[in-house]
Each structure stands twice: as structure tokens, then as C-alpha cells.
């Protein structure tokens, strides 16, 4: 039988870190869901580049199809959703002790969040679809913070001390 390894500061605060993050893009998820208008606005409307300075040269990038806007943000969400399942679990490893599988899983939910907010957000949203031209519809302050603290999370799961993992 395998006795349970002692909890150190940094493992306690990769747990909670790790909470917070589920808990946050939980959150978004369930918003996404429950007020589906709102934020579908958004992507409409990044993606369709009607606020941007409508150079000739880039609105051929421009995605007006509403079927296409509408999967593209229903991808978003179930991206969102299927991240906050995998970082809650990542907490219950963290909170069981299992700090190997723990700090794996954790960085897997982690890298999700960064992909979409890097990649898509600020990539995919802020650069091919020129988002940082918006005024109105621009994202990429809130993608920024998103990745900070996403980013800063990573590096405290993978400082974590792997003495005090599982060896079972």
C-alpha cells in the first residue's frame, strides 16, 4: 500500500491554481452556453471584419457565411467545455495527491487554453482577421489576461517539486 505523499506549498498552490482556472473558463463556458447571443455577436462580427478598416487587400479573409460564424463559435465552446472538464479534473488529481497525473492532465487543460486564446484569439482572430482593428469588437486585452494567467498557472504546475510524486 502506498502512502500518501506529503503536500508541499507549491503543490497547494498548482491545486488552486489549477481551481481557479476551471473554475474561470468553466464559467465561460457555461456564459457561452446560457447566453449564446452575446458573445456569438462577437465572433459574427470578427470574423465577418465589418469593423475593421475594410482594406480591399484583406476582406477577401472575411468569413460572412452565418453557418460557418455559428460552427466556428460552437467549436469555441465546446473547446472552452471540454477544457474546464479537464482541468477540474487535473484539481481532483491535485487535491488526491496523484501529482504525476496531476501535473500532466493540468497541462494538458493549460495548453488548451493557451491554443485558444493564442492561436485562436490572438492569431487566427487578432491578426489574419484583423480584430486589433475593431474598436468595438476587439478581444485581445481580455485573450492577453487570459493567457497571463493560463501562462503563469503552466509554470507553477511545472515547477511542482516531482519528489513528492506517486510512485505506484
Do not use: C
Amino acid at each position: 500500500m502506498a502512502s500518501t505523499p506529503p503536500r508541499s506549498a507549491l503543490n497547494l498552490t498548482a491545486t488552486l491554481l489549477t481551481a481557479s482556472v476551471a473554475l474561470y473558463i468553466a464559467l465561460v463556458a457555461f456564459g457561452n452556453i446560457t447566453d449564446f447571443g452575446t458573445n456569438q455577436a462577437f465572433v459574427q462580427h470578427v470574423l465577418a471584419m465589418d469593423t475593421t478598416f475594410k482594406d480591399d487587400d484583406l476582406m477577401w479573409r472575411a468569413v460572412t457565411s452565418k453557418g460557418l460564424q455559428n460552427a466556428a463559435y460552437v467549436a469555441i465552446i465546446v473547446w472552452e467545455t471540454l477544457a474546464a472538464l479537464v482541468l477540474i479534473y487535473g484539481t481532483w488529481l491535485w487535491a488526491r495527491r496523484d501529482y504525476a497525473r496531476a501535473r500532466s492532465i493540468s497541462t494538458y487543460g493549460l495548453l488548451m487554453l493557451l491554443l485558444l486564446f493564442g492561436a485562436g484569439f490572438i492569431a487566427i482572430g487578432g491578426e489574419w482577421f484583423s480584430m486589433w482593428q475593431s474598436k468595438t469588437w476587439n478581444g485581445l486585452e481580455a485573450a492577453t489576461r487570459v493567457i497571463v494567467f493560463t501562462g503563469v498557472v503552466l509554470l507553477v504546475v511545472q515547477l511542482t517539486d516531482r519528489k513528492t510524486d506517486s510512485t505506484t
